[in-house]
Structures are given as structure tokens and as C-alpha cells.
């Protein structure tokens, strides 16, 4: 079924619709817009009474004097506004010039059409076809200061997901400041969720957090000019008897890289009102006459069915409706980057023997990272002086990419655009283009200063400066990394009751080089970092088509960082490299398989040096990466399924099912050892109930080779037992088990 939507106006509701999910909001006597119902599909019987509940209540303030039944505290609603009768938090807060932030938007008209709405200036969910979706535009405007408000309201075909947006236009004559700001907003009629998010720190992204909902407001985002390591911009509201396979689930992503806010409001009669958008404390926006503002936008999606099939809707939607261009569903090459292996330390002859040795790993792409411009030999000098360094390639940098390409590797480059060090050509030119307080110290982090991207000139100086290398070389592949947070956020060139824009302008800017980069040269593939994974959120990922996952590349940690990255994010956005070890992180040491096997989970890297590797490594690495190789469109675009949670368990077991079903690969990993323990078995997912699969396993194991039918091994299960279920020394068909372990299951039909 097609999405649609149907407008009954007798009722005046508005029933948004597809094949799974339905949206009911309706327009009120008062001209409001109230919530009605969002979940499954259902049949309309064309009574709607019933779905707004009224009740005199002690302390309420009413809309009118003749119904003292009618207040707003006590009604679901799509766009509270400040100082109507609702006493919870709005979504909606516009000041005007005489200190009045009371508002009465009123609905006056609609607009219904088939297609997706864009947003100038702002990445968005886009469709290829125009009936791949409905948008509903309903205006509302507040007669007093002249604000028009446009709600917008997209449904996709046969996928249970929701894009909103809103509009802001001043029709007035006297400037508005804009506070309070929330793109989404849903009132749920119950209280009994459980709220998982996305929190972290550096090096520990994306872990998940469950907590239940209570009285009152709970809240996180943030306040460091991008989406940050420490929460990420997307959460799931979950009953709370619902898990992996079963019970309701509603999932919230920001489609946005700056600060953030989402706000969970549970009042004293159990009315949930869930809110995501610009952070109130470091944003406010002066909308003049004539002028417009448009928020970036919210995706919701709902499940009936848990949480991987909130998570597949959300994977398939990124894949099909989020990234876009050359690198939309393409197959992401096998790369080795320089950095873990070399730092700074390198030369044209380092690099030329490493990529060589790559090469014969069956690596595909060449990255060269952080170093190779400037004076550049540590993170103290030269960031924003995008020229290549002579010291260490006297023979241009089109000589060393030349050789690279006579090897067989497509040619990357690490830059990090908007920074800038103290200790720069760039920064002795033009110390007026960072962001910095008037008469103040700006401060530092990471030995640099943050270049002011609300500034075109700035945004235009660095793109002139990236292309002039660009041009000379052929680049296939850029890092774009940022690595540190913004503080200082203010801009001599905006008024005082402008400064609350720094921070949304500067997005806007970095955007908008995004943009420039991708027009100019559409079949880069760019893979966002910042300082790992602290911008991985679907603004990001319009523009560039993958995210480094984290800089933490220990594969025990990364079973936790990419577990909880899959609740919002599909594998083909996350970078995964096999590194060395001990890691360079956490000094932890882990076999070469399990690193390897972790890093399938992904977009396949190396971070390491092949020429310290033993003939064995080199060996598994490029069994490996052949392996990769041959199954990477269903590693990258294959349905995710996670089975055993490292939060929960010393076993991690993930798996990926290919689109027809006919094949798979899973992977089990220990983190410590056990002795003499239980025989592990573990469902599978995703499969054919009637066809016969063979499984083969990478480690030596007695039910290695066997066939099942996938009923068998979706309802008894597979066995996953290793040495450990018995004593170790015991010969009963297993390799010997050990911590950090992984078993690596192949499944495919046997015709």
C-alpha cells in the first residue's frame, strides 16, 4: 500500500497512513492541533470523540470561560506553545520585541501532496520517486505578533517512519526571537516506557543506557557544538515488557549534527510528552520581518515487533532515503590508513613500501592520514595550512598518489577543514576568522582554535585551499575528521541578540562545504570522524556515506560501540579496522582472528603496518579480507540481527542475513574464559523456515559441516559451545578456548 493521507472534515482529522502505522491528529474548535494516536494501522470507524478525553480538574486554567473542561494541560498535542493553559514544557517559544512570549497559533489552512519537502540549507529524508511519500503542510498563525508556523508531516511507503519538520515565517513588522524550538513532539496517553539512548565518552561511544520513565522530566543532548561521543541525537521509547523480537517500540533520530536536546515529560496523570530539537541553551535565532527559519528535521519510526525491527526499518530507511549520490547501497572498498602505524612519522618511501605490502593483503584503498601538509610533524602547528608538505614528499604529493595507483589502490586523504592551530599561516593571516569571546583568551583544545564556518568567507577559503590539491591528485576517499568541541561561540560580525546563532550557523557552514566537496567531486567517498565518534548522527551521514565508529579500535570495546551504534545506524555507516596489538588504546591483547571477525561487522579496514606483521598474520589477513571481499555486500546491506547483548552477557553473537535469505554469516564472542561451564546454543534469525542451510563454523568444532533446516536453527537453535563447556584438555572436536575469543558461523542454502 501506498502512503496516503486522508482528510475527513466533517471531524477534521487528519489520518497520515501507510500499509503498517497510522497517525491521527485533528484541528480543534480553537483552531489547535491536537494528537489522537500514532502506532499500527488501524480501521477507522469515523468516531473520534472518543479519542480526546476532558475532565474538570483542581488548579487548571481553561482556554474559555463557557467550558471548564477544556484545558490544554490535560490534552495531547502537536505543537504546545508557550502561555497557553498547558503548564508542561512547550515545543515552541517565540519572545517578541515587547518582552511577550505568550502565543495562540491558530490553524488556518492545508496543503497535501505526494513527495517529500525539502529543507534549504539542511540535510533531510529525501524519495526518488514522488510517490514513495505523502506530506501533509499544515499552517498555523499567531494573529498577535504575525508568525506563521508550518507544520510538515512525511509518510513512506510500506515503512512505519514519520519525518517532521517545522517552518517559521515572520509576517509581522517587528523582529521575533525564537527560544524554544522542537521539531518533534509527541503526547503518548501512557507512561509505562522504558527509555533506551546512546551514551558514552571518547572511546566508549553509543553505549546503551535503559532507564524507566518517571515523574516529571527527564533529559539529555548536548551543549558542545556537535552531536558529541557523550549522547547521541536518538533514543527509543519501549514498553517495557518489550525486547529484541516482540512488544512496541518508538525510536527518535535527529537528523542533525549540532547541540541537541530531547525532553521526556511525564505529568501527574501519566501523559507522556516526548520532545527533540535545538538545544534551548546555547540556541536562539532573531527571525526580522520577511524572514524564515526551518528546522532541521525528526525521523520516527515505530515497531510492534521490538527492537530489531525498529532498527531494520531504521537501517533500510538511512540506506534508501538518508545517504545519497554516487555511494548510495555501492559496496565500500577494503582500505589500510596510516595513522596507527606511522602518526606523523612518515615519508614518501615509508608510505610506498607500506602500500605495497597492503596491496598484497588485498587491500583496495590507500588512506593517508594526519601529516602530510604544512610544517606538520605534531598536533601543535600547521592545522588549516592545506599545502602539501615539501619535507616529506619533495616530489609533490601527485608523485607519491601517482605510485599509489601503479600499485592497484585508490588514493584517500585525511583533512580536518575547521580547525585551525595557533601555530599556522592560516591563523597568523586571519586570527579574526576563529570563534572567540570579545577581550578574552580564546580557549584551546587539542591545540587548536575552531574556525568560525558562519563565516562564508572562511567556508570558501578553506574549500579553494582543499581543492587546489584535490585538483592535482585524484582522491577517492577523504577522512574528515573534527577534534574538538566549540566553547567559545561568539561572532563579532552578528549583533548581541544574534550570538545565539553562532552555533547553528557554524553547522550551516560546515554543511555547506560538505556540500561544496560532494558537488564538485560526487564520487569521493567521505567517511566523517570526529576524534571518532563524535559526530555520528544522520546529518552527517546525508553528506558523508559512512562514520569512523570510534577511535577506539580494541575489538572487546568495539563489540559494545558497534552493538549499540546498530540500535540507530546500519553497518554500511560504520568504519571497522583491524588494528594491532597490543591496542594502542587500552593496551589490550587480542588474537588476530577476533579482531578480524569484529571488524567484518562493518566497513573492513586496517589500521596497522603490514611490514611488522608475521608471514602467519599476513596470511589470516588476506584469507580475511578474501572472505570480506566475497561476502561484503551482505556484511554492509544484509539484515543485522543482534542475539546476545554485551551489556548483558560475557557472549556477544550477532548476525547479518542476506536480502534473498539464502545465506549469512554470524559471529559469538568471549570476553573472558569459563571452565566446566553450560553448552551454549543461541536461536538464529531471518531465515527460510523450509530450506536447508549448511553452517560452517572458523573454528574446529563436531557440528562444523552439518545441515539444519532454517526452522531448526531458528527455533532449537545452533550450538555455539566451545573447550570451555568441559575441561579444557579434553579431545572432543573443539579448538582450545580463551578470552577474547571469537567462533565465526557461515550459513548457506544447500540446494
Known sequence: MVAEILYD?????????????????????????????????????????????????????????????????????????????????????????????????????????????????????????????????????????????????????????????????????????????????????????????????????????????????????????????????????????????????????????????????????????????????????????????????????????????????????????????????????????????????FDEEKLLTFANKAKELGVELFVLDDGWFGDRSSDDKSLGDWIVNREKFPNGLDKLVSSIRSIGLGFGIWIEPEMVNPNSRLYREHPDWILKFPNKKPKLGRNQYVLNFGNIDVVNYIFDSLCEVFDKVQVDYIKWDMNRSILDSYDSELLYDEQGEVRHRYIIGVYRLYKMISQKYPKILIESCASGGGRFDLGMLYYASQTWTSDCTDAIERLKIQYGTSLAYPLSSMGAHVSVSPNHQNNRMVSLKTRIETAYFGNFGLELDPNKLSEYEKLLLREGIEFYKKNRYTFQYGRFFRLSSPFENNDTVWMVISEDRNHGIGSSYKVLNEINHSYKRIKLKGLHPEKKYRVKFSIKSPFNNLIYTGDELMKIGLSLSDASSGQHYDKIGYDQSEDFSSILFYIDVNE
Not at 471548564?68 to 515552541?92: L, N
Not at 502565543?103 to 517529500?116: A, C, Q, T, V
Open 9 to 345: 472534515s466533517q471531524s477534521r482529522v487528519f489520518h497520515i497512513s501507510n500499509s503498517v502505522m497510522s497517525y491521527l491528529i485533528q484541528v480543534d474548535g480553537n483552531g489547535k492541533i491536537l494528537q489522537l494516536y500514532f502506532g499500527e494501522k488501524i480501521c477507522l470507524s469515523g468516531n473520534f470523540k472518543h479519542l480526546v478525553e476532558k475532565s474538570k480538574r483542581p488548579m487548571s486554567i481553561y482556554e474559555t470561560t463557557d467550558d471548564e473542561f477544556y484545558s490544554y494541560e490535560h490534552i495531547k498535542q502537536e505543537i504546545p506553545e508557550s502561555g497557553s493553559s498547558d503548564f508542561r514544557i512547550p515545543a515552541i517559544k517565540v519572545r517578541q520585541s515587547n518582552g511577550d512570549y505568550s502565543m495562540d497559533l491558530k490553524y488556518y489552512s492545508y496543503r497535501i501532496f505526494n513527495g517529500k519537502n525539502k529543507i534549504e540549507k539542511l540535510p533531510h529524508s529525501y524519495v526518488s520517486v514522488s510517490d514513495e511519500a505523502c506530506t501533509l503542510e499544515l499552517k498555523l498563525k499567531d494573529a498577535h505578533s504575525g508568525l506563521i508556523v508550518n507544520l510538515y508531516y512525511s509518510v513512506f511507503s510500506d515503512r512505519s517512519v514519520i519525518a517532521r519538520s517545522i517552518e517559521l515565517v515572520n509576517s509581522g513588522k517587528e523582529n521575533l526571537m525564537i527560544e524554544r524550538l522542537m521539531p518533534l513532539n509527541l503526547d503518548l496517553p501512557t507512561s509505562d516506557y522504558e527509555i533506551i539512548h546512546l551514551s558514552g565518552a571518547w572511546g566508549r561511544e553509543r553505549h546503551i543506557k535503559k532507564n524507566s520513565l518517571h515523574s516529571g522530566m527527564q533529559s539529555f543532548g548536548s551543549t558542545r557544538g556537535h552531536s558529541s561521543h557523550n549522547h547521541n541525537p536518538f533514543f527509543i521509547l519501549k514498553k517495557e515488557k518489550a525486547d529484541e523480537y516482540n512488544g512496541e517500540c518508538i525510536g527518535f533520530s535527529f537528523v542533525y549534527s549540532g547541540d541537541f536536546t530531547s525532553c521526556i515529560e511525564v505529568d501527574s496523570y501519566s501523559t507522556t510528552r516526548v520532545q527533540l530539537g535545538m538545544n534551548s541553551e546555547t540556541f536562539c535565532w532573531k527571525l526580522k520581518p520577511g524572514e524564515h527559519f526551518h528546522s532541521p528535521e525528526v525521523i520516527i519510526t515505530h515497531s510492534s515487533k521490538g527492537l530489531s525491527d525498529l532498527s531494520y526499518t531504521l537501517h533500510s530507511f538511512i540506506n534508501e532515503n538518508i545517504i545519497n549520490g554516487y555511494w548510495k547501497k555501492r559496496e565500500r572498498p577494503v582500505k589500510i590508513n596510516s595513522w596507527e602505524a606511522f602518526y606523523f612519522d
